[in-house]
């Protein structure tokens, strides 16, 4: 997707965005638009107190002069935008890519509504065209990595379950110090059974599907923005 077109999905959730709100800030390219565009009313009088997803995103609202809290100081927000890996026909989610995941979960769940901002290719009939990314603790990260191997098998799962590494081959940190496993399950058939099983792993501190979270989806097509909206909210 252009930049144009994200920056066109940023700006369409930027309209339901009303001053005074608080606001979780979401981590990613898209995202990235958002909090740039809400940087440009922030310096035109705009008010507003947000959340970031992660460190990156905290950065870059800091040097736009975006004002910023915490959720212990502000444990309810208004809207959380972010952007998506797959999204499904009932805007179930995998997010995770940026590896943001466990803070992006945090605060969609604090938010009364989460707003996704993404481009037609993340749209999947059945999520599990792209790896699950799912964050372990370092302590005993080979045996979380071999139960979630096992989970894996158990499902008939044929792609492998990778650590995630950086471009110089050590191993990928979040920002909460934890690591993340990228796990190819494919169609996944029944995500809430998936979640519930990955978080009955010991060593699993969260996943990459969100699941009855997202409200609104902006999509930038070809033909410009299309919004969905989940139909059981």
Not at 118 to 127: E, H, I, M, T
Request: proline share 4%; with cysteine.
């Amino acid at each position: 997707m252009s930049d144009t077109l994200k920056r066109q999905a940023a700006q369409a959730a930027l309209d339901e965005v009303e001053s005074g709100m608080r606001l979780g800030l979401g981590t990613g390219s898209t995202a990235w638009h958002f909090v740039d565009l809400l940087g440009e009313k922030v310096a035109d009088g705009f008010e507003c107190l947000c959340v970031p997803t992660s460190e990156q995103t905290a950065r870059q609202a800091k040097s736009l002069n975006i004002p910023l809290t915490t959720l212990d100081d502000t444990p309810k927000l208004d809207i959380t935008v972010d952007g998506a890996d797959e999204i499904d026909p009932e805007l179930s989610l995998i997010k995770g890519a940026g590896g943001a995941l466990l803070r992006e979960k945090i605060v969609a769940a604090a938010s009364s509504r989460m707003i996704v901002i993404a481009d037609d290719s993340k749209r999947v009939d059945v999520l599990g065209k792209c790896p699950l990314p799912i964050e372990i603790n370092r302590f005993g990260a080979r045996v979380t990595s071999n139960a979630i191997e096992a989970l894996m098998a158990d499902a008939g799962a044929t792609g492998p379950a990778t650590l995630r590494q950086t471009n110089d081959g050590t191993p990928f940190v979040t920002d909460g110090g934890h690591l993340i496993v990228d796990a190819c399950f494919g169609r996944i058939s029944d995500a809430k059974a998936l979640s519930g099983a990955l978080l009955a792993i010991p060593g699993v501190v969260q996943h990459g599907l969100f699941i009855d979270m997202c409200d609104t989806v902006y999509l930038a097509t070809g033909q410009g923005i299309e919004r969905i909206t989940r139909q059981n909210r």
